[in-house]
């Protein structure tokens, strides 16, 4: 079930950033040299808190009373971004992270919005097509000085 985020739930978003993200932070050779908060593992309370003051749109996904995803957006004019869609490591491959992109373009069609657009690590294949599996396209390609990856951004027009 996919329910709001409430302010006092976001370490618990925090954990589920860190622990599925870690993954990919430590395959990609993130650090906090080259990647701010390397990838969003290290991402302190602090500015998780500024971003839902600020009206990210966040939602869990709770599975046997337990959250075990998060979803984070926001409303950019005509499209929503997706900042996060994490799982945790021991639920992923279970529909979970479909549900909540299901969710996502549910939100962004309620409200009018021609596009989803995210970004995320191109150099990560897998993620990369169940993405596009789902309708996302590559439209840009972003190489930073600092990192040994490629930043895609991916959209998925409505």
Same mark, same amino acid.
């Given at each position: +079930?996919?329910k709001?985020?409430?302010?006092?739930?976001?370490?618990i978003?925090l954990?589920?950033?860190?622990?599925?993200?870690?993954?990919?932070?430590?395959?990609?050779g993130m650090t906090?040299?080259?990647?701010?908060y390397?990838?969003?593992?290290? %991402?302190?309370l602090?500015? !998780?808190?500024?971003?839902f003051?600020?009206?990210y749109? !966040?939602?869990?996904?709770?599975h046997?009373?337990q +959250?075990?995803?998060?979803?984070s !957006?926001?409303k950019?004019?005509?499209?929503w971004?997706i900042?996060d869609?994490?799982v945790l490591?021991?639920y992923?491959?279970r529909g979970?992270g479909?549900?909540l992109? %299901?969710?996502?373009?549910?939100?962004?069609?309620?409200?009018n919005c021609r596009?989803?657009? %995210?970004?995320m690590?191109?150099?990560?294949?897998?993620?990369?097509k169940?993405?596009?599996?789902r309708?996302f396209e590559?439209?840009?390609?972003i190489?930073?000085e600092?990192?040994?990856?490629?930043?895609?951004? +991916?959209?998925?027009s409505?």
């Amino acid at each position: +079930m996919i329910k709001p985020i409430r302010r006092e739930q976001l370490p618990i978003c925090l954990e589920i950033l860190k622990r599925s993200y870690e993954k990919t932070a430590t395959t990609f050779g993130m650090t906090e040299e080259n990647c701010p908060y390397r990838g969003r593992t290290r %991402l302190p309370l602090g500015v !998780m808190e500024k971003e839902f003051d600020d009206g990210y749109f !966040m939602y869990g996904y709770v599975h046997d009373d337990q +959250m075990v995803g998060f979803l984070s !957006m926001q409303k950019k004019e005509n499209e929503w971004d997706i900042q996060d869609l994490a799982v945790l490591p021991e639920y992923q491959d279970r529909g979970y992270g479909n549900e909540l992109l %299901l969710f996502a373009k549910e939100v962004a069609a309620k409200s009018n919005c021609r596009k989803i657009s %995210l970004g995320m690590v191109h150099d990560n294949i897998p993620l990369r097509k169940w993405y596009q599996n789902r309708g996302f396209e590559v439209v840009k390609l972003i190489n930073f000085e600092k990192v040994s990856y490629t930043v895609g951004i +991916m959209e998925l027009s409505l």
